[in-house]
């Protein structure tokens, strides 16, 4: 994989788990965990998304590019 690619995998991870953690903490997801017992579904997939392409982006970047 492209070591840019990989480097703007890992940035826009980055930037989804940093909006997917103020996600969770806003007033919407507080009257949706009052009601079901969790934060709301865009909050839950901001923070997976974002851990999914940090994940994939970070390890892009640990590997050695073979060209």
Known sequence: ??????LALL???IVL?????SAT???SSDVSRFF??????????MLIGGIL????GLGGTMRGSKA
């Open 17 to 21: 788990i940093i909006a997917g953690v």
């Open 36 to 45: 079901t017992g969790s934060p709301t579904d865009k909050a839950v997939w």
């Open 53 to 56: 392409a940090a994940v994939i």
């Open 1 to 6: 994989m492209n070591k840019i690619v990989s």
């Open 11 to 13: 940035a826009g991870g």
């Open 25 to 27: 903490n806003s007033f």
